[in-house]
């Protein structure tokens, strides 16, 4: 390990030691007020969010990129991963 990191690493050991906070003690704190999530299940999903069902925004010069890329037999990382902003690029 180069000297600079280990300076590092043993600075932060040393106050990491010297701190008298332990897990028990996060354990221990109380929430003053409770909170929960509501979460689906594969049977009774929750419904997704609005703007994951928007469509994908588009003009002209998309609709000639779009073209090009599929005569050339290209895609990009936006179009693999189903980007939102596709259209913007």
């Known amino acids: 390990m180069p000297s600079q990191f280990s300076n590092t690493l043993a600075g932060?050991?040393?106050r990491l030691?010297?701190?008298s906070s332990s897990l028990s003690d996060f354990i221990a704190l109380k929430s003053e007020s409770a909170y929960?999530?509501?979460v689906g299940t594969?049977?009774?999903?929750l419904p997704k969010s609005k703007w994951m069902k928007e469509a994908v925004p588009g003009g002209e010069k998309y609709v000639q990129i779009k073209k090009k890329l599929c005569e050339l037999k290209l895609h990009t990382?936006?179009?693999e991963t189903r980007c939102p902003n596709l259209g913007e690029c």
């Open 36 to 38: 929960s999530v509501e």
């Open 77 to 79: 990382v936006r179009e």
């Open 17 to 19: 030691a010297e701190e």
């Open 42 to 45: 594969k049977k009774k999903p």
């Open 12 to 14: 932060l050991r040393d």
